[in-house]
């Protein structure tokens, strides 16, 4: 079945530490997205890419950086200039005429701090 | 910035009732989506209804639009416990092949038996 697929499902991050979220789709899809969600809250746009090796900053990009080296992956890294990680993490895609298709969203990330 | 204010916050509501939950906006959409989440997991789509359009039905779904008040609402009709869940409304602005999406906060809905 194609989706997308984030891993680990649960991480910790150690003060100083950066660490990845990865996300892969087999969905053959063109545009992926992260989003962060806070408790009780809405999503946050991250950062996103339309094609490989090209990607724009969302609302929330500082202490974030991400990659798009390949089509089906677009790893998220939550670097220590992002004071306040803890949050759910989601990655999502769209095929080709974005903006009248919905987003595919992965199970996504749970990261906490030690 | 979160574009979308839902009402109410919180839902709860018995097996056989139906839902409704609304969703404001402040600026100009192409168009607009609902998600929802269960517990822990990941959004999935449920309906989209262009900035053109004024009602659409899927199922027990039925989206309406309204956007000279800048508003959506999503009705559920004979609800199940398995409707329990978080939805969200989701604007979009059409960026190349990217559709940048701006959520609301959600509306937790909670069936009961």
């Known amino acids: 079945d194609g989706g997308i697929t984030q891993s680990p499902k649960y991480l910790f991050r150690k003060e100083g530490q950066n660490v990845t979220l990865s996300c892969e789709q087999n969905?053959?899809?063109?545009?992926m997205y992260w989003y962060r969600q806070d408790p009780g809250q809405g999503l946050r746009l991250i950062y996103y890419?339309?094609?490989?090796?090209?990607?724009q900053k969302g609302d929330i990009a500082e202490g974030y950086s991400v990659s798009r080296e390949k089509k089906e992956s677009f790893p998220l890294t939550v670097t220590s200039a992002q004071k306040n990680p803890t949050a759910f993490y989601l990655c999502?895609?769209?095929?080709?005429?974005?903006?009248?298709?919905?987003?595919?969203f992965g199970d996504g990330t749970r990261l906490s701090i030690l | 910035s979160q574009q979308g204010e839902e009402d109410p916050q919180a839902l709860s509501i018995q097996e056989g009732e139906n839902a409704t939950m609304n969703c404001s906006y402040k600026t100009s959409i192409n168009n607009l989506q609902w998600y929802r989440q269960n517990s822990g997991r990941g959004l999935v789509h449920l309906i989209l209804?262009?900035?053109?359009?004024r009602e659409k039905h899927s199922g027990r779904l039925r989206v309406t639009l309204d956007t000279s008040k800048k508003s959506s609402s999503l009705l559920i009709t004979a609800s199940r416990a398995a409707d329990t869940a978080s939805y969200f409304c989701a604007t979009a602005l059409n960026t190349g092949t990217a559709s940048k999406l701006t959520f609301g906060t959600g509306t937790r809905l909670q069936v009961t038996l």
């Open positions: 209804i262009r900035s053109n359009e």
């Open positions: 969905l053959n899809h063109d545009a």
């Open positions: 999502a895609s769209t095929p080709k005429g974005g903006g009248y298709q919905p987003q595919h």
């Open positions: 890419s339309q094609i490989v090796n090209d990607f």
